[in-house]
């Protein structure tokens, strides 16, 4: 059982990381309630196992997310400036960015 739970908790790191989020990120992202880093970390050290469908939805999800500024990338110093003149009308800034 022990070798099943480190394979889970492999995988489970080994997914969040190769997305770039945190573990509140993750949790977040799987649709967890308040306190899902804390269900998420257990995962990772395999104190417990998540259910079967979000299992199959972690092995579903893929490398990278769209969106996500990249961890290496410095946003300080670039030669261009976006300044968000409608951040209220609906999203326009998503596909700008």
């Known amino acids: 059982m022990l070798d099943t739970n ?3 908790a ?6 969040r990381a190769a997305m ?7 949790a977040q992202f799987l649709g967890l309630r ?3 880093e804390r269900t998420v970390g257990g995962w990772e050290r395999g104190e417990h196992t998540p259910s ?3 299992m199959q ?3 579903s999800l893929p490398e990278n997310i769209p969106f996500k500024t990249p961890q290496n990338v410095s946003t300080k110093g670039g030669d261009f400036r976006f300044i968000d003149l ?9 596909p700008f960015q």
């Open 6 to 8: 480190g394979s889970v």
């Open 52 to 54: 079967k469908s979000k």
């Open 86 to 94: 409608f951040a209220g009308i609906g999203g326009i800034r998503l």
């Open 20 to 26: 770039g989020l945190n573990q509140r990120e993750f």
């Open 10 to 15: 492999g995988i489970i790191a080994q997914k």
């Open 57 to 59: 939805l972690i092995r």
């Open 34 to 36: 308040e306190g899902g």
